[in-house]
Each structure stands twice: as structure tokens, then as C-alpha cells.
């Protein structure tokens, strides 16, 4: 298998599972940015892998040293152990999709940045594990037209957990999807209460513990309207069929209603690691993947509507999924750009979903389908300078 994005928290936890069931996997090769090439050379020399990507090129020499550091500390002497090959620059995930053939490759690359080598990893025939949800959400027609049937398999864990309800019965007798959310913590504020949200606060999330960006996604909820559009594209149930409901004990990770009245929902606590074990593994499961539900002590799941007032994010990713064309790519890149901002203290909290509503407002020329990459890039682009722009406003007023 290939592993993009190790170093990351997908990455890390994937690493977790192949270290607990090493007569499953093998990793060809890994992939990271490069901000900590001494945690990259170290699962490089761990886990023997033949090949390692690194798109920050200025990194390189530090990861070959890192590289011999972690093979001496291990006690290998020079000569007798053989150093990956190194593949550097904006490229090297996709070269590394080429170079290292694999049955399975992982994308948890973080951002829109991961479209590329999703398509790459599609094109080269592997299953993909996909984490970076982002690349099917600014994609779209483009990673669907390009996927083979049951080609992708999801990791995150509210579509992980509508995968494995879905067994359950056929595409003809599925009602609705319900997609579950913590709340993020600010779960029963208003809105005016959310103006002097600090980042620090922004980046307490009660259950999971993520990147600083997905979390700031889970405490406006706009990772739950990125959600809803990837449901939307992953399972062909449209944005009408397909429900948000709060769930702050996030044991269940979602539902679905058949049209018979029955409702299937998978229930486990909080950890990644058991859909990342699952999307490995697909369509087996891996025995002890992660702890189970215990059922000897008296608990309550509770469930609640979701404030759409307070936390509009839902509602424009739903607008953004049925206009379609370029707009969910237009959306999600605002985000991310707002969000940046916003964890360098030069944004309001609130103004993270603000901004993207204005971007969405004035993306009219956005509405068509993208014939390529390059239509996704453009519209990513334009997003995000009309942002920059927009937040730029928002300091001087």
C-alpha cells in the first residue's frame, strides 16, 4: 500500500493499524509536505518502505540525513541497510503513486491539494482509501468519472459508517442518509456569542483530536457541509435525502432509513482508527481494530436539530452541492482560506462562514462543470483571492 500524508493524524493512526496487523500490509511508500522530515524518515526505516515523497523540495537533504540518523539509531551499519529512494518537489505524491505500484493507496493529504494525486491514484487502478475529502469535493464529476465502481472507499468516519449501514440493503429501498455531528464546541451558543471566539478555543473539539484546520472545519460545522456534499457524490443520494443531526457523545457515526420505516445505524466510540482499518481492508474488517461499545454501564445517546441560524455552514454547502459545476470546489477553497486567516489571528471566527457565503454570492460564473483540473485550479483561485480580498475588507472596517 501507499500512504499519503503519514505524518499527518490519518496518517499516523493508519500507521497504528498496519503496526498491529503487519502480516496484512506492506507500505511500498509514504508521502508528507515536509515539515518534519525526522518523523517521516523514522516510519520510512520502521515499517521498509522502498520509496518516500516529499513535496516541500527544500526538505529533501534534511529527510536523507534524517534518513541515516534513524537507520544508525536503529542499528543498521552503513552499507548493510538500504535507504529508500527520495522523490522531492510539488510532484512527488503523484510520482510516488507511479514508482511504488501498490493494491491500496491512502490519501490523507489535507486541503483540495489531494485532487491531483486522488485522480493518480484512481488512474493507476488502486483502491483508494480516501481521507482527503476535499479532493472529491472540488473534483467532483471529474474523480467520479474516473473512479471504477466501488474504486473508492471512505475513511471518514460518518461515511465509513453509512458504507457499512448500506450493506444492510439495496440502493432501491434507501430513504434518507443521516449524517451525525458532535456540535464542535460551541454546541448551544448563539451566534452573537461566537464573535470573540478565540483560536485557542476554536481548537478545544471535545471528541477527536485532529488537525488544527478539520478542527476549526468541526467548530464551524463547515466540515459537516463538506460531509454532505461528499455523501452526496460518494453514495448518489441527493442533498434533499441526506440529513444533519447533532450528536454530542459521537458514538454514532451515521445512519441510514430504508423504506421500510428501519433505520440501521453503526455505533463504536470515538477512533479513526477503526474506519481507517476498514477502508484497508475492504470489504473484510480486521479483528480488534479498535475498542467496542460496552454496554455494562448505564449511558444515554442523545440526539439533537442542528442550529442552522447559528451555524449556517450546512445550509450553504447544501446550496453550493445543488447548484454544482465548480461551486462545491468554490466552497470548500473560501473555507480555506478564511480559516488560514483566521488561526494567524487576521479573521473573526464568525467571518470564516461569512466569507464564504459572500464568495458564494458572487460565483456566478462558477456554475458549470469543470472539463479538467485546470477548471478546478481556476475556480479554487478565484475563490480564494475574492476571500483574501474579502477578509482584507473586514480589517479595515
Partial sequence: MILLGSTGSVGTQALDVIRANTSHFHVAGIASG????????????????????????????DLQLALYAEAQRRGYARGEFRLPRVLA?????CELIDAAPADVVLNGMSGSRGLVPTLRALASGARLALANKESLIAGGTLVLGAAKPGQ???????HSALAQCLRGGSAEEVARLVLTASGGPFRGRTRAELAEVTVDEALSHPTWAMGPVITINSATLVNKGLELIEAQLLFGVPGERIDVVVHPQSIVHSMVTFTDGSTLAQASPPDMRLPIALALSWPDRLPEAAAPC???TASGWTFEPLDNET????RLARHAAEAGGCLPAVYNAA???AVAAFLRQNATFTS??????RVLDGAGEWHREPGGVDDVLAAEEWARAHARELLVGKERD
Avoid at 522530515?37 to 523514522?42: N, Q, S, W
Avoid at 473508492?152 to 460518518?158: G, K, L
Avoid at 451555524?311 to 450546512?314: A, L, N, Q
Avoid at 470564516?352 to 457565503?357: A, E, F, L, R, W
Wanted: charged letters at 20%; hydrophobic letters at 45%; glycine letters at 8%.
Fill in 335 to 337: 473555507n480555506e482560506e
Fill in 311 to 314: 451555524f449556517p455552514s450546512v
Fill in 294 to 296: 460496552t454496554f455494562d
Fill in 89 to 93: 518537489g510539488p510532484d512527488a505524491a
Fill in 352 to 357: 470564516i462562514v461569512d466569507t464564504v457565503s
Fill in 34 to 61: 515536509g515539515s518534519d522530515p525526522t518523523v517521516l524518515a523514522a516510519q520510512a526505516v520502521e515499517f521498509g518502505v522502498e520509496v518516500v515523497a516529499i513535496t516541500k523540495g527544500t526538505a529533501a537533504e
Fill in 152 to 158: 473508492i472507499v471512505p475513511v471518514d468516519s460518518e
